[in-house]
C-alpha cells in the first residue's frame, strides 16, 4: 500500500450527515424542518469549532424559535447525533483496514456534543486515534488542526492519507502536507488511490 495510515472524516464518510433530513426526523411537516433549518444551524461551524457552548447556543436557539417548535429544537439538541447512520460501504473498508493492521485515524469536526456522545462506541475503538474539533478548539481547514493531529500522534503527514467529503478540507490536508481524496461514496476510487 502507498501510505502506512489511513485518516478519516466522519460525515458523509463514515456516516451520514444531511443536516435537515436530521431535522425532518423531529418535526411533523417539511414546512417546520425548513423553518428551523437556518435557525437551528446557524453557527454551527462555531460549535464544531468549539467556541461556542452548546448548552449556551440551545438557549439562544430557543430565543429565536417559534414558541410551538421549542419542544421539537429541545429533543433535537438532545437526540440529533442518534439520528446520524453510518454508511455499510465504509464500514466494511475500515474492517478490512483493520483485518490488515493498517493504522486508521479519525480527524473531524464536530461539536463536543458528538464528541462525548461517541466516545464509547465500539466503532471508535476500532482507530488507532480520533481527533474531534470541538474539544480541542480548532477545525478543518485551517493548518492548525492537520498540525496538532500530527504531533499528537507522532505521526509523518507524508506517510497519511485522508478522506473527506469537503474540497476545503483536503486542500487543507494538503498544504500541511498530507495527500488525501475529496469522497463521493466510492470506496473503489479510495482503494485505487491508496494502492490497496
Known sequence: MKYKNIVFDYGNVIAKFDGLAILRSFCES???ADLLRDIVYRQWPDLDRGTLEYDDY???TLELTPPRLQDTVRTFFHDWPKEVTHLSNTLAFIKELNERQIPIYLLSNAPT???DYMADSELLKSFNGVIFSGP????KPDLDIYEYFFKH????PEECFFIDDLPQNIEGAKNA?????????NIAEVKKQIEF
Not at 136 to 139: G, L, N, R, Y
Not at 153 to 156: A, D, S, V
Not at 177 to 185: A, E, R, S
Open 30 to 32: 417539511q414546512e417546520d
Open 136 to 139: 480541542i478548539k480548532m477545525a
Open 58 to 60: 440551545l438557549q439562544s
Open 177 to 185: 502536507g498530507m495527500d488525501g481524496i475529496v469522497f463521493t461514496g
Open 113 to 115: 456534543y458528538f464528541a
Open 153 to 156: 500522534f507522532n505521526l509523518n
